[in-house]
């Protein structure tokens, strides 16, 4: 497979748990993850806020060195760097007037590339339930998680605006993975894809507060032992917000790649487990 | 007390924002709008805000639109799309708010020292200058720039951080960050 990998900002920072566990896995499962080289910020929120052409350019341009290793698919695990990059290409491919402003800025700049196609942008959740498949993660299962308890938890932007893959308030396709691993999924938990906040949460501590202390304490009541996420945004409000909230009882915020990877077997510091504050009780 | 008039004549109604967002595909779709509620019943944030998005909406339909540009509303919009998916007249409400963002910040007219819309620009900012983002150093930036007191409010979280080995201050950079202005630079000129 030819899959190109966009780390994004936090992968490299507060998220390197997620850059170590997909990576861990990814290999595990056989699968080679190509580091874009000197891939930009895709924006996240902000940019947009700013300037709308040029958010769409950032992205643009990652596709385009993208595009040079001849990749196929671009590999994003941040919800807000898939989502840009996303829509990125989708404007290029739907809106030809975005289109050749894009192109023929970029050629005017001094980048040879020729305007052609974009490698397809995919989430590492899309390419184990999709691309790998559940059957062959299944086989490589070494360690089932049994007695487990997860709950599932996917945020917003990788579910909307587009639901390519799943649906946008009660997604599955996070549950069906990690049933897989022998762990007991609670599917039923109805606030999936209700946000954490993001990075209004991260200077508002208020709404912060509010939000993600209604996901842990739903998430407790429901009888889940820790929280599987698909975002560093989430993984970092999720167990920041932790820290303030009285009669905490901490749950443990992992990344379903390190869930999974338990699975694999693998060992808890190739799945970056000394990055988390608050440890699962299940580890190698 | 000061007696003072709290409604507005139909003659000091001032329709351009809703002129100008009209000029914007996603923004000529909120003359769809049904005033359902439908988004702020969805909205997590909507409860901190000063108007709901229906609100907002109405706002700028009926002409008040100083009061939406300079509103806290816009900047609690997280960006969940929420209400875009959830909107039975399939009004795109996130762009929408991002679009309002972006004139609220062009036209200074955002809270003063709140911190979300400063977040947004010093982003920009970091990005545009190095072509990546330091997490840290972002934060730092704000708290300048908003409430330096703050600072030690942050002191646990950085301790945390430090403790799970996740802070770094080293600013993250790409190769030729100059060559990024460029380009942005000359979009910035083509997107006008």
């Known amino acids: 497979m030819n899959l190109a990998y966009y780390p994004g900002c936090s ?30 910020c895709c924006g996240a929120t902000a940019y947009m806020a700013v300037d709308a052409l040029a958010s769409k350019a950032l992205s643009f341009r990652n596709l385009v060195l993208a595009q ?62 999709e691309l790998v498949g559940l059957e062959k993660i299944r086989e490589k299962i070494r360690r089932p998680l049994k007695g487990l308890r997860v709950v599932p938890y996917y945020g917003c932007q990788l579910v909307r605006p587009y639901d390519g893959y799943d649906d946008p308030v009660h997604p599955v396709k996070m549950d069906l993975l990690l ?3 022998g762990a ?9 894809t209700r946000c954490c906040g993001a990075s209004v949460a991260g200077v508002l501590e208020e709404p912060g507060l509010n939000l993600n202390g209604a996901l842990i304490k739903e998430a407790k009541r429901r009888g889940g032992e820790l929280i599987a996420t698909v975002c560093p945004l989430c993984q970092f409000n999720l167990e920041t917000y932790q820290r303030k909230t009285e009669n905490a009882g901490r749950m443990p915020i992992l990344y379903f790649t390190q869930v999974l990877g338990l699975a694999l077997g693998l060992e808890g510091k190739a799945l970056g487990m000394e990055h988390l504050l608050y440890r699962p009780r299940l580890e190698v | 007390m000061e007696i003072k008039r709290t409604i507005a004549y139909e003659g000091e109604l001032d329709k351009s924002l809703l002129t100008r967002l009209s000029a914007l595909p996603e923004g000529n779709l909120i003359r769809r709008c049904i005033q ?6 969805v ?61 609220a910040l062009e036209e200074k007219t955002y809270p003063r020292r709140f911190p979300v819309p400063v977040l947004a620009r010093e982003f920009y900012r ?32 950085g301790l945390n951080l430090m403790l799970t080995r996740r802070l770094s201050l080293k600013k993250e950079k790409i190769s030729r960050p100059s060559q990024l202005r460029k380009f942005l630079e000359a979009i910035k000129e083509v997107g006008k």
């Not at chain 1, 590999?75 to 030809?96: G, H, I, Q, T």
């Not at chain 2, 359902?36 to 019943?41: A, K, L, M, Y």
């Not at chain 2, 700028?60 to 540009?69: D, H, S, T």
């Not at chain 2, 720039?145 to 979280?157: C, E, G, Q, R, V």
Request: net charge positive; charged share 25%.
């Open chain 1, 179 to 181: 049933e897989v691993t």
């Open chain 2, 43 to 103: 909205c997590p944030l909507s409860i901190y805000m000063d108007s709901s998005p229906r609100k907002l909406i109405a706002l700028i339909r009926e002409g008040f639109g100083k009061e939406v540009l300079s509103s806290f509303t816009i900047w609690l919009c997280s960006s969940c799309y929420s209400c875009t998916v959830s909107c039975p007249q399939e009004i795109p409400i996130t762009e929408i708010m991002y679009a309002l963002k972006r004139m």
């Open chain 1, 68 to 129: 040079k290793m001849e990749a196929k698919w671009v590999v994003a695990p941040c919800s807000a760097c898939y989502l840009n990059l996303f829509k990125a290409r989708k404007e290029y491919l739907d809106n030809k007037p975005t289109r050749e402003k894009l192109c023929r800025t970029l050629k005017k700049t001094g980048w040879e590339y020729e305007c052609s196609g974009l490698p397809e942008v995919l989430h590492p959740l899309h390419v184990l339930t």
């Open chain 2, 36 to 41: 359902c509620g439908t988004c702020s019943g």
């Open chain 1, 11 to 40: 992968l490299k920072g507060t998220g390197k748990a997620y850059e170590k566990s997909t990576l861990a896995v990814f290999s595990a499962l056989g699968l080679e993850l190509q580091e874009i080289p000197d891939w930009n």
């Open chain 2, 126 to 157: 970091m990005v545009f200058k190095e072509g990546r983002n330091t997490e840290a150093l972002l934060v730092l930036r704000l708290l300048a720039k908003t409430n330096i007191l703050k600072t030690f409010s942050y002191l646990p979280m």
């Open chain 1, 184 to 192: 007991e999924v609670i599917s039923d938990y109805p606030l999936k």
